[in-house]
């Protein structure tokens, strides 16, 4: 900024940055704006190494010994006819433009040495009021990119702001523009709500937002249980659960957001009362759609799917059983769904929650760890070539072998020993 300001460019840091340093956080990046366009920023910083990140949206990467640096020129965004990227970039030599562009007041803060806070927006009143409020006219701030909507939400769900009345009246009216924003930029910005320590409020204040992208929750809104497990609604009971697990594993939280979808769909009743059978089954196809139009990664949409099946799997709780378990999901997943039942249960009614159920798996699950128990094929004091020098052919045979040996010496029937191995599967051979 020195060296943009000593060519009697003005230079600010802008954004998220100044945003989060007023509110003590640690900024996860430093954006800088200036009146310089992307050439003049080139030759006052040539003695660094750039790269033209964006160069005709006027941002330039500026890499020194501490880290890299945006610098973007002043710009103004002319109209958006698919709301989400504008159709033409200008540059303006003033600051003000540039702030009245983006989209939240807190968000439109800039920071100099020199000149210090510029607020034009009453960002400042708004992070100390704890308000998300969009800089001028929200409906023109929603219809230029609707993820602004979604990123309203986000932040609200992440400081533990409420959004302005205005603001979430334009929101509602323009949620069905969301159908037109990329599923990436969609399920990035829910993931960061949902991992948000505020999310609760979020998802129970805002659910008709969030139904617009999950529309899957919407039937789950109201649908009473008429169970003595629980003394609410299925959406209240899906929120509380996503509220109570306190990590930081994204795929937890989707599993919880996920874990009862299936319900509204396969209800019934009778004297006893409200029944959800086949629910698991029903949500983890749900959960596997859902995933894919949000176009998950495939492993992350893997493992909250099987979270969803098996969430009420029963789990004896005694070594065998929790090591077979830990056989079909390895010890990551166990642990996961593990953490996935004690929010769930914690999300029950008073009286009902059985966490010491979840606690006496867990303390089984740290012992086959610590005693380095085996669970899995690579644990067998043998391999695949052991069982080809018995002349057993590469292929799916080994494969098969090697699982009902892992049985046997999970459930004591064999000694997890080479010499006792090896006679075991000359056994199932000769069996064969
Ligand atoms: N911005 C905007 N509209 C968007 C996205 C961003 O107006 N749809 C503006 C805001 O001023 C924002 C800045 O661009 O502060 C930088 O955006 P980004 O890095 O995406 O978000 P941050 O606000 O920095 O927040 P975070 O880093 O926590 O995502």
């Known amino acids: 900024m020195d060296a943009l300001e000593s060519k009697k460019y ?42 033209e990140t964006g160069i005709k949206h006027g941002t330039v990467t500026v890499l020194t010994d501490d880290g890299s640096y945006e610098v ?93 009345e205005e603001t979430y009246i334009a929101a509602r009216s323009n949620k069905a523009l969301l159908q037109k924003i990329s599923a990436e930029r969609i399920s990035s910005e829910l993931t960061k709500l949902l991992c948000g320590k505020y999310a609760y409020a979020v998802l129970k204040n805002y659910s008709e937002i969030v139904t617009e992208v999950l529309p899957e929750l919407k039937p789950c809104i109201g649908f009473e249980q008429n169970s003595l497990y629980h003394d609410c609604d299925v959406y209240e009971h899906i929120i509380r659960s996503v509220a109570v697990y306190d990590g930081h594993w994204p795929v937890i939280k989707w599993a919880l957001l996920l874990h009862d979808i299936g319900k509204p769909a396969c209800y019934t009743e009778d004297e006893t009362g409200g029944h959800f059978r086949g629910h698991e089954l029903i949500g983890a196809e749900m959960a596997k759609s859902i995933l894919e139009r949000l176009r998950f990664d495939n492993e992350s949409k893997a493992a909250v799917v099987q979270l969803v099946r098996e969430h009420n799997r029963h789990i004896e709780p005694n070594r065998a059983s929790v090591q077979k378990l830990m056989s079909e999901l390895g010890e990551e997943q166990t642990r996961r769904l593990l953490k996935v039942r004690r929010a769930d249960q914690t999300a029950h009614a008073e009286g009902t929650r059985h966490l010491y159920k979840v606690d006496r798996l867990e303390a ?69």
């Open 10 to 51: 003005e230079a600010f840091v802008v954004g998220g940055c100044v945003r989060d340093s007023m509110m003590g956080k640690q900024p996860s990046d430093w954006d800088i704006c200036t009146s310089a366009k992307p050439e003049q920023v080139k030759a006052a910083l040539c003695d660094h190494r750039i790269i």
């Open 72 to 164: 973007t020129t002043y710009r103004t965004e002319s109209s958006y006819s698919d709301h989400r990227h504008p159709d033409k970039v200008e540059f303006t030599p003033y600051l003000l433009a540039d702030l009245a562009r983006r989209d939240f007041t807190v968000n439109a803060m800039a920071y100099n040495k020199r000149l210090g806070l510029v607020d034009w927006f009453g960002g400042k009143k708004d992070l100390q009021a704890k308000v998300i409020k969009c800089v001028g006219d929200p409906n023109e701030r929603f219809k230029e990119d609707a993820l602004r909507i979604l990123r309203a939400l986000r932040f609200a769900a992440t400081y533990g702001f409420t959004i302005d």
């Open 364 to 432: 089984i699950v740290n012992g086959i760890i610590k005693d380095e128990a085996c669970f899995q094929i690579k644990d067998l004091d043998i391999d695949g070539h052991d069982l080809m020098v018995l002349g057993i052919p590469e292929g799916p045979q080994i494969g098969t072998i090697m699982k009902k040996l892992l049985n046997d010496v999970i459930f004591g029937e064999a000694e997890n020993r080479k010499s006792a191995l090896l006679e075991r599967a000359k056994e199932y051979l000769r069996r064969n």
